[in-house]
């Protein structure tokens, strides 16, 4: 019972941390490119146990920011015309790009609060509070955490 405890008290933690469950994130990407969790832990730098672990809860958290940073680079790619193709060549040279870069966090390379903030100040540009309230109504089941970006968003006008 003590373990469930962990893993529930560690996902809540990624929620905070993360925006949601990184098992919810790589799972994504497992599917978005096609590849196993084992060749997805490649490309992102970690080993195959570790990334299993954070999935499943029993680790809170990416302790590497540099594989936090790959991880990022490759939701972002999910976002590309080319990748999101699905074309198996476009897929391995975006998986190929992020297992060969080299990241450098720092303060200025991450933002704060998961970027959030300027995805609040671009969201309250585009919609008044109510349409943002009715969006994160309409994601909130099945997308919790753009949901809650929504309301952030609208609350704070």
């Given at each position: 019972m003590e373990d469930h405890r962990i893993v529930q008290r560690n996902i809540a933690l990624q929620r905070e941390w993360y925006g949601e469950p990184l098992g919810d994130r790589v799972r994504r990407l497992v599917v978005a490119f096609n590849v196993s969790q084992a060749q997805l832990a490649d490309v992102l730098g970690i080993s195959a146990p570790m990334l299993s672990q954070v999935m499943s809860g029993r680790r809170a958290k990416i302790g590497n920011p540099s594989v936090l940073a790959r991880m990022i680079m490759l939701e972002r790619k999910v976002l590309t015309p080319d990748v999101a193709t699905g074309a198996p060549e476009a897929l391995q040279r975006a998986l190929d790009d992020v297992r060969d870069s080299k990241p450098t966090v720092s303060r200025d390379s991450?933002?704060?609060?998961?970027?959030?903030?300027?995805?609040?100040?671009?969201?309250?540009?585009?919609?008044?509070?109510?349409?943002?309230?009715?969006?994160?109504?309409?994601?909130?089941?099945?997308?919790?955490?753009?949901?809650?970006?929504?309301?952030?968003?609208?609350r704070g006008r």
């Open positions: 991450l933002p704060v609060n998961g970027g959030w903030d300027e995805a609040v100040v671009a969201l309250r540009r585009v919609a008044d509070r109510q349409e943002l309230a009715q969006a994160a109504d309409v994601l909130d089941e099945e997308f919790p955490a753009l949901a809650e970006l929504l309301r952030r968003a609208g």
